[in-house]
């Protein structure tokens, strides 16, 4: 996750939106890091990310110092944009990557930024729609996600949808956020653990005052 300082916006107009996935894919591509689900929410965004050949933690401050080095100067202000360091944490089980997906394309409805799963679908600044196929981002992966679903495009969207939309009624989840995914990753000796042997790398541990999902949930290793 990356907040807005002090909870401010990040993301003013449509315009910063798309400068920020213009510059998320590219450094995506560069970095080959993979993109499960995203989403913008004015004072913050989430990203579900599997991590490639370069650190996780390279790959956010090219983002973070880049779009706030932008936005500075297209907003004529000066200071810091983001609240610290980005917070990431370890998902490991495809049932649980499935739900963080979820979870995270769910958020502009819990956020009353639209009212229904039909105007999710149209919604252009979250990977829900990439998947539904009404918006083209292509960095991010749509075919591992789809696949979980149905064998067919058709079947696969079909079967998210309903995966999506039954996950309306469960609102903020606790066990989707702060210590729910430490206790996924099998507590905080197994994410120490994980550390010491360099099975993979957390950029940052989520501190016990984070709300919402942590965001960017990071894949490490699936």
Same mark, same amino acid.
């Given at each position: 996750?990356?907040?807005?300082?002090?909870?401010?916006?990040?993301?003013?107009?449509?315009?910063?939106?798309?400068?920020?996935?213009?510059?998320?894919?590219?450094?995506?591509?560069?970095?080959?890091?993979?993109?499960?689900?995203?989403?913008?929410?004015?004072?913050?965004?989430?990203?579900?990310?599997?991590?490639?050949?370069?650190?996780?933690?390279?790959?956010?401050?090219?983002?973070?110092?880049?779009?706030?080095?932008? $936005?500075?100067?297209?907003?004529? &202000?000066?200071? @810091? %944009?983001?609240?610290? +360091?980005?917070?990431?944490?370890?998902?490991?089980? !495809?049932? $649980?990557?499935?739900?963080?997906? &979820?979870?995270? @394309? %769910?958020?502009?409805? +819990?956020?009353?930024?639209?009212?229904?799963?039909? !105007?999710?679908?149209?919604?252009?600044?979250?990977?829900?729609?990439? %998947?539904?196929?009404?918006?083209?981002?292509?960095?991010?992966?749509?075919?591992?996600?789809?696949?979980?679903?149905?064998?067919?495009?058709?079947?696969?969207?079909?079967?998210?949808?309903?995966?999506?939309?039954?996950?309306?009624?469960?609102?903020?989840?606790g066990d989707l956020s702060g210590g729910g995914l430490i206790r996924s990753a099998?507590?905080?000796?197994a994410v120490k653990a994980l550390k010491r042997f360099s099975r993979t790398r957390l950029s940052?541990?989520?501190?016990?005052?984070?709300?919402?999902?942590?965001?960017?949930?990071?894949?490490?290793?699936?």
């Amino acid at each position: 996750m990356c907040r807005g300082i002090e909870k401010r916006k990040v993301f003013d107009i449509d315009a910063d939106r798309e400068h920020f996935l213009e510059r998320l894919g590219g450094i995506l591509q560069d970095t080959r890091t993979t993109c499960y689900a995203w989403v913008l929410i004015p004072s913050h965004f989430h990203l579900l990310l599997r991590t490639g050949p370069t650190p996780i933690s390279t790959v956010m401050r090219r983002l973070l110092t880049g779009y706030a080095l932008w $936005y500075n100067r297209a907003h004529r &202000r000066h200071g @810091h %944009l983001f609240q610290n +360091r980005f917070k990431s944490i370890l998902c490991q089980e !495809d049932a $649980y990557l499935l739900e963080l997906v &979820r979870y995270i @394309h %769910l958020n502009p409805i +819990r956020a009353g930024i639209v009212e229904s799963l039909d !105007d999710l679908a149209l919604y252009p600044f979250s990977g829900h729609s990439v %998947l539904m196929g009404t918006v083209k981002r292509t960095w991010q992966d749509t075919e591992g996600i789809l696949g979980m679903f149905g064998k067919s495009v058709g079947s696969a969207r079909r079967g998210y949808k309903n995966y999506v939309e039954n996950g309306i009624a469960q609102g903020k989840r606790g066990d989707l956020s702060g210590g729910g995914l430490i206790r996924s990753a099998g507590g905080w000796e197994a994410v120490k653990a994980l550390k010491r042997f360099s099975r993979t790398r957390l950029s940052d541990v989520l501190p016990r005052r984070a709300c919402a999902l942590v965001q960017p949930a990071v894949v490490g290793t699936l």
